[in-house]
């Protein structure tokens, strides 16, 4: 028997309202950053580097937020947590091609499912996460 999800999505004016408010946020940071927002089939949805950000940025947002749709959950510090005291799985995630410790990006859910991810790089992870939280805090606040 074949049967169909229904579930909520991430429209392309969310994921470019998310954009804009990580690369606002960076602005007041000082930084230059490359964000990107992913479907839950982690398919870029909405994409944009600032003047003079890191070239390594633009790679570093999208691994950042596949790491994040891929597992749903967020880089950084719970990974780091989950991973710190096995050895084979901290070097091994690390040859995952699509694979990302640092933190700077957070799964985004509607309606308890899994929609998409924001990922954030340029500047230090912790900056990074910032953004992607502003961002995350600014589309909850708009519905």
């Known amino acids: ?44 949805k909405s994409f944009a580097s600032m003047d003079d950000a890191p070239l390594v940025s633009l790679e570093a947002s999208i691994k950042k937020a596949k790491t994040a749709v891929g597992f749903g959950l967020p880089t950084g510090e719970s990974w780091y947590e989950f991973m710190k005291d096995d050895p084979k799985m901290l070097i091994g995630a690390q040859h995952l091609p699509d694979f990302i410790l640092l ?7 509607a309606d308890g499912k899994l929609v998409g991810a924001l990922g954030v790089s340029g500047g230090h992870y912790s900056q990074d996460e910032k953004c992607v939280d502003h961002a995350l805090k600014a589309l909850a606040s708009s519905q």
Do not use: Y
């Open 103 to 109: 933190g700077g990006a957070s799964p985004i859910h």
């Open 1 to 44: 028997m074949i049967t169909f999800q229904n579930r909520p999505t991430l429209t392309l004016d969310a994921a470019q309202f998310l954009v804009a408010k990580a690369i606002e946020h960076a602005d007041t940071l000082g930084l230059k950053i490359s964000a990107c927002v992913l479907d839950h089939s982690g398919n870029l």
